[in-house]
């Protein structure tokens, strides 16, 4: 009964984003500000009417509500009750419920801004996101519907979104529970922050269009929506990076990245997006790329779309493929039809898209933020085709041919390094003219400190070539950041009399997006320290020892202590710990690990938990493989030692920190001058 | 004079990215088979990169600790989407696959931990090469399970 209400508000709120759809456009046809404004308010609208049908999606989820087919799916009796709410994304009917959700809320968001200088991209935008929100409602409806409840037929249970006829509701005892590798922190806050940062690129993707359907087409858009994809890249960044520490934490094979398709596709609209943020200032500096930068939003946007449908459907083969659905087709159907009509509308504004200078020299910061944008979309070609790949070669030989890590390894790594590169000198050159000799000066303190810790590195720590080259790139990067940090503080102290943190803080402060870029730029390189050292130096081992005895990995001594197995009839789960000891090459006790392998019986699925121990250094990572459970002669453990991995999530970490730095709002400055205008009108009215 | 400049540049950094994808591509893809369509290609593709796709057979996987070698079955599925939903869809066809004794097999070895997800009816995805021995050393193994999590009807329950 409360599931057909869910289901009724839901087609409800589909009427509602269609009306608005067709008042904003009708309204604009015949220049009537009143269906405009009531195409607005059926916009706010939706907001209020998705919150109830996620409420009651929740309160059926909540309480066990098993007739329902997605709450059969996702929960179990044993469920805690915060997992039972987050089960809300853990299929794909919820899913696709969640990102409707959010795309409203957005779009109320935006809604309620002062539109008063940009009256005309309002209707548009409202356009561009309730049809976006039309399309994945009309999902949700037709194909996907969260609220189908399962009834008993002469054919057998089958979910229905309407009661057939000759059947009865049929209530399952329990349900089947949501797979154990979810139940995870990470998990839990993963799929929001990336949902977050998917849905909130449809934004500026709104107002592109809107720019493009009206001719405004200066950089008026870019400046309204440069904070809204700042907050999407944080979301996307984070999504990507709370992804990647669950699958280092939970699935176990010692790495966290593994180029899986669906890894991919939510990583490509993060390397136009990254592009796109980058291509905008030199529109906004030097009014050029116009037509680039609406290629890339419109790219970011269909490839978001591209993610959201991948992630949680069974295309490609991948280890993500939780959920498998026939919407394929409508989700390509979708993004072709935007594609070629953003596009079309680029060719209509071409003339009026032209660049207002001319690009001339080679080292000029534009020139070297286009080839930062020609290597992040290289990037994304090569990821596209890594992708598409089987499908290609079983259309034109028959033959399904596949590529795996090895092959985005090898061929993103050089586009990587030359992105690190550029991160070392483009913050040097100048905005229309630079050359070798200016960057030069600016360059060579830096480059000559970078080269030492090389040569320090190459005697003390590896003479693998690429790992030298790497570790090159990443000193010279932090080196010149650094530098470039230290003068501009240097240059305030000196003309401020400001002691040296005062200096720091109010320089950031004074101008954050260039700061927090560099905060962002640091936090990189110290991310490619944890991916240089996991990839070219992790080692590992195996072995099955008894009590007391050891085993020894890179300098570690890894003696095995004690297992213990008991069962948890509350949460349906049967534990098996073990404790080890770690030691160093002399002989220090450096901690007690406990890998684990829980078993859950409502799924008949183990979960592994390996035990780490983190240093800067490096971090050891156990797995508990196999034990006797009566005398605990023999217990077998799989064990990875991971150099400076750790640099990787004290990077993601700072990242975030420079992200927020810099996508921080500050106070409007035009608003600020309007609103001193109208109190210079005041006064002057009172005179 | 000027876009000659940065046209040459481009066209140099597009020459660079064909070449990175191509030879990459060429040293490292894998052929995606079945496994009827592994047997029918015989002793020509010892020693390739290989991938294939199968069902697990529960009773057959045998695991050694001390040495952390698997060894398992798997029984043929087949590759076509539209063959699989005529099925009735993945679930039922790794099922089917698994109970059907005439159905072509294969037995695979990987080293390493036994995955979480290994258990009868999952579909496991092993990236590895032909033995000349017929046996499947795999370097890789991915697996999925859509009997416990996507089947779209409850069958047993109740």
């Not at chain 1, 080692?539 to 099955?544: A, D, H, P, S």
């Not at chain 1, 409502?602 to 050891?620: H, N, W, Y």
């Not at chain 2, 000659?4 to 990175?20: D, E, P």
Request: charged share 15%; with cysteine; hydrophobic share 50%.
């Amino acid at each position: 009964m409360i599931a057909d209400f869910g289901y009724g508000v839901l087609v409800v709120t589909l009427l509602v984003t269609l009306y608005s759809v067709f008042a904003a456009i009708y309204g604009e046809s015949k220049k009537s500000a009143a269906l405009v404004e009531s195409a607005r308010r059926a916009m706010l609208l939706t907001w209020p009417l998705l919150t109830l049908a996620a409420g009651i999606l929740i309160y059926l989820l909540i309480n066990n509500h098993f007739e329902v087919q997605f709450v059969y799916e996702v929960t179990s009796r044993s469920m805690p009750t915060y997992l039972k709410v987050t089960a809300w994304w853990g299929g794909q009917a919820g899913s696709l419920l969640f990102w409707s959700w959010l795309m409203s809320a957005f779009a109320s968001l935006v809604t309620l801004r002062k539109w008063d200088r940009d009256r005309e991209f309002l209707p548009w935008v409202i356009v561009v996101a309730c049809v976006t929100l039309a399309f994945f409602l009309g999902m949700t409806i037709f194909f996907e519907n969260p609220f189908a409840q399962l009834f008993q037929t002469v054919d057998g249970i089958t979910p229905h979104t309407f009661q057939p006829a000759n059947s009865i509701l049929f209530t399952p005892q329990d349900g089947r529970g949501l797979n154990p590798l979810l139940r995870h922190p990470g998990m839990v806050i993963h799929p929001p922050m990336l949902y977050l940062g998917f849905v909130s690129f449809v934004i500026p993707y709104a107002f592109a269009m809107a720019a493009l359907i009206t001719g405004r087409t200066d950089d008026r858009w870019i400046r309204i929506t440069r904070r809204w994809t700042l907050w999407a890249w944080l979301f996307l960044s984070a999504g990507l990076v709370l992804g990647s520490r669950w699958a280092y934490d939970v699935l176990g094979w010692g790495g966290f990245w593994g180029w899986d398709p669906v890894e991919i596709a939510a990583f490509m609209p993060w390397l136009t997006g990254t592009a796109f943020l980058h291509s905008v200032m030199i529109q906004e500096k030097r009014g050029m790329l116009k037509h680039w930068n609406m290629l890339l939003i419109i790219l970011t946007y269909d490839l978001v779309i591209f993610g959201t449908f991948l992630t949680r459907s069974g295309v490609l083969s991948s280890v993500h493929a939780f959920a498998q659905s026939a919407i394929g087709p409508l989700f390509f159907g979708f993004i072709g039809l935007t594609l070629v009509t953003s596009v079309a509308l680029i060719f209509y504004r071409w003339g009026a898209l032209k660049s207002e200078t001319e690009m001339t020299s080679m080292l000029s910061r534009e020139a070297l933020f286009l080839l930062n944008n020609l290597l992040f979309i290289s990037i994304l070609v090569v990821c596209f085709w890594g992708v598409i790949y089987p499908l290609i070669s079983e259309l034109f030989t028959g033959q399904k041919v596949t590529v795996g890590p090895p092959f985005y390894l090898r061929a993103t790594g050089p586009l990587f390094a030359g992105l690190i590169f550029l991160m070392g000198i483009a913050p040097l050159s100048a905005w229309g003219h630079s050359t070798i000799k200016t960057i030069g000066r600016a360059l060579w303190k830096p480059a000559i400190g970078a080269g030492i810790i090389t040569v320090l590195l190459f005697f003390y720590y590896t003479r693998n070539l690429y790992a030298i080259l790497g570790f090159f790139l990443i000193a010279l990067v932090i080196l010149v950041t650094l530098y470039e940090y230290w003068r501009g503080a240097y240059a305030r102290q000196k003309a401020q009399g400001e002691n040296v943190f005062v200096a720091f803080w109010n320089l950031t402060k004074r101008n954050r997006r260039r700061y927090g870029g560099y905060i962002i730029h640091l936090s990189i390189s110290l991310m490619a320290i944890g991916i240089l050292g996991i990839n070219l130096f992790q080692k590992e081992t195996q072995g099955t020892i008894g009590i007391n005895d050891s085993i020894q990995l890179s300098g570690y001594t890894i003696k095995y202590k004690d297992v213990a197995s008991w069962d948890n009839d509350a949460l349906g789960v049967n534990f098996t710990r073990a404790t080890v000891e770690i030691y160093d090459k002399d002989g220090h006790l450096l901690g007690d690990l406990h890998p684990r392998k829980d078993f859950y019986f409502d799924s008949q699925q183990p979960m592994t938990i390996p035990g780490q121990l983190a240093s800067l250094k490096d971090e050891v990572y156990i797995i508990l493989i196999d034990w006797q459970p009566i005398n605990q002669a023999s217990t077998t453990f799989k064990i990875f030692v991971n150099p400076l991995i750790n640099w990787m999530w004290i990077g993601s970490l700072l990242f975030i920190v420079g992200i927020i730095i810099a996508a921080w709002p500050d106070e409007d400055p035009e608003r600020v001058a309007v609103r001193a205008g109208k109190e210079l009108k005041q006064t002057s009215a009172a005179d | 004079m000027k876009i000659n400049k940065f046209f040459i540049g481009g066209l140099l950094i597009l020459g660079a990215v064909v070449y990175l994808i191509v030879s990459s591509t060429a040293s490292t893809s894998e052929y995606f088979l079945t496994i009827n369509e592994l047997h029918a290609k015989g002793s020509s593709i010892v020693d390739k990169n290989l991938r294939v796709a199968g069902a697990v057979i529960g009773d057959t996987v045998k695991y050694d600790p001390a040495t952390l070698t698997l060894t398992f079955e798997v029984a043929h599925v087949s590759g076509d989407n539209a063959q699989l939903e005529t099925e009735g869809g993945l679930a039922k066809a790794l099922h089917q696959a698994v109970l059907d004794p005439s159905r072509e097999r294969m037995t695979v070895v990987y080293v390493g931990p036994k995955p979480d997800l290994l258990r009868n009816e999952a579909q496991a995805i092993v990236t590895g090469h032909l033995g000349a021995d017929g046996i499947f050393y795999a370097d890789e193994l991915l697996l999925k399970c859509p009997t416990k999590y996507e089947e779209a009807v409850p069958n047993q329950a109740g």
